[in-house]
């Protein structure tokens, strides 16, 4: 903890910036975005997979564009808001990208797991409750984990703006 | 004369009392099952933002509370209308953050002293800045876990 670290390097077609500002408009990749089509946007991002060969991902869906995320593996979303940023507008875009996250998760869950006849959403939710049994829990373990490292998630939050 | 005296009008029989003590325990019993203690009374205003990809919190005993927000109209007069902590039951200012996550850890069993969760509950219109003051004094203290409470809600009714 205490050595300092350099930042690992991340490309940038890798990142997909949010930056919301005072006015608690958004920014998402260098272009005004409504908060409504945001989802729809990172899902795009995160399930691209444009890479080639080793980086190649086989269940992505996206459009495979060269200029948009390897791999979900790789992929990282970037927040950053403004100090007189709404703490609700932030809430909502927090929201949005853990639904976009969420959204994938399903889509892969009930590809891999029909016989669950259950969302990823729903899934996690029995695992987390404590009425579920040990049995229950030890045998959905596993298969959340393995949805989770196919679209693990990696939201990064930087320091806030100062406004001028 | 008549076989039947006339009764003496106006004096009412004494009311029995036999069964107060029945009606005073049912209204103790009520008031027993039906209280439940509130751990802080809230002096902010606190109207959760919504969202709806949310998870329980199921552990009660791990978590524990910061509040921020305008403080209610009852303390506007001497606190004014910029948004404060609340931590227990007083107003703090950032810097008291990371001491009150401190004894707060201290106060729980040894076991759960690394699980805690603190959780957020601030009223939607604070801005971020004391949000990113608060994160930053939690990360001081090494309390990594955050929670930010909400309520059950479509995102749009952040938006006005």
Same mark, same amino acid.
């Given at each position: 903890?205490?050595?300092?670290?350099?930042?690992?390097?991340?490309?940038?077609? #890798?990142? *997909?910036?949010?930056?919301?500002?005072? *006015? #608690? &408009? +958004?920014?998402?990749?260098?272009?005004? +975005?409504?908060?409504? &089509?945001?989802?729809?946007?990172?899902?795009?991002?995160?399930? #691209?997979?444009?890479?080639?060969?080793?980086?190649?991902?086989?269940?992505?869906?996206?459009? =495979?564009?060269?200029?948009?995320?390897?791999?979900?593996?790789?992929?990282?979303?970037?927040?950053?808001?403004? =100090?007189?940023?709404?703490?609700?507008?932030?809430?909502?875009? &927090?929201?949005?990208?853990?639904?976009?996250?969420?959204?994938? =998760?399903?889509?892969? *869950?009930?590809?891999? *797991?029909?016989?669950?006849?259950?969302?990823?959403?729903?899934?996690?939710?029995?695992? %987390?409750?404590?009425?579920?049994?040990?049995?229950?829990?030890? =045998?959905? #373990?596993?298969?959340?984990?393995?949805?989770?490292?196919?679209?693990?998630?990696?939201?990064?939050?930087?320091?806030? %703006?100062?406004?001028? | 004369?008549?076989?039947? /005296?006339?009764?003496?009008?106006?004096?009412?029989?004494?009311?029995?009392?036999?069964?107060?003590?029945?009606?005073?325990?049912?209204?103790?019993?009520?008031?027993?099952?039906?209280?439940?203690?509130?751990?802080? $009374?809230?002096?902010?205003?606190?109207?959760?933002?919504?969202?709806?990809?949310?998870?329980?919190?199921?552990?009660?005993?791990?978590?524990?509370?910061?509040?921020?927000?305008?403080?209610?109209?009852?303390?506007?007069?001497?606190?004014?209308?910029?948004?404060?902590?609340?931590?227990?039951?007083?107003?703090?200012?950032?810097?008291?953050?990371?001491?009150?996550?401190?004894?707060?850890?201290?106060?729980?069993?040894?076991?759960?002293?690394?699980?805690? $969760?603190?959780?957020?509950?601030?009223?939607?219109?604070?801005?971020?800045?004391?949000?990113?003051?608060?994160?930053?004094?939690?990360? /001081?203290?090494?309390?990594?876990?955050?929670?930010? $409470? $909400?309520?059950?809600?479509?995102?749009?009714?952040?938006?006005?």
């Amino acid at each position: 903890m205490e050595d300092v670290l350099d930042p690992p390097i991340i490309k940038e077609r #890798n990142i *997909f910036s949010v930056v919301v500002n005072k *006015f #608690n &408009q +958004l920014l998402v990749e260098e272009k005004p +975005l409504e908060l409504a &089509q945001l989802r729809e946007e990172a899902v795009k991002f995160l399930d #691209n997979g444009g890479g080639k060969g080793e980086e190649a991902c086989s269940y992505c869906l996206g459009k =495979r564009n060269s200029d948009s995320s390897d791999n979900p593996e790789k992929a990282v979303i970037s927040l950053k808001n403004d =100090r007189e940023t709404d703490y609700k507008v932030y809430i909502a875009v &927090q929201n949005e990208l853990v639904a976009a996250y969420n959204d994938l =998760r399903d889509r892969e *869950f009930t590809r891999l *797991f029909p016989n669950e006849s259950m969302s990823f959403v729903e899934a996690n939710k029995k695992y %987390s409750d404590p009425r579920t049994s040990p049995d229950e829990k030890s =045998r959905l #373990n596993p298969k959340l984990g393995e949805i989770k490292l196919m679209y693990p998630q990696k939201l990064s939050e930087a320091e806030p %703006s100062k406004t001028n | 004369m008549s076989k039947f /005296k006339k009764k003496k009008g106006g004096e009412l029989p004494a009311i029995s009392t036999a069964s107060l003590p029945d009606i005073v325990f049912m209204l103790l019993f009520f008031f027993m099952v039906a209280t439940v203690m509130r751990d802080s $009374t809230l002096m902010v205003k606190n109207q959760l933002p919504a969202a709806d990809q949310i998870q329980k919190l199921d552990k009660k005993d791990r978590v524990m509370y910061i509040y921020a927000g305008e403080p209610s109209s009852r303390y506007t007069d001497k606190y004014g209308t910029q948004a404060r902590i609340q931590l227990n039951d007083k107003f703090a200012t950032v810097s008291e953050v990371g001491a009150f996550v401190l004894s707060e850890r201290a106060s729980k069993r040894q076991e759960l002293q690394n699980v805690l $969760t603190t959780s957020l509950k601030v009223d939607g219109d604070t801005k971020m800045g004391l949000i990113t003051d608060i994160k930053q004094e939690l990360r /001081k203290v090494n309390a990594l876990k955050l929670n930010y $409470t $909400t309520r059950v809600g479509d995102y749009s009714q952040n938006i006005d």
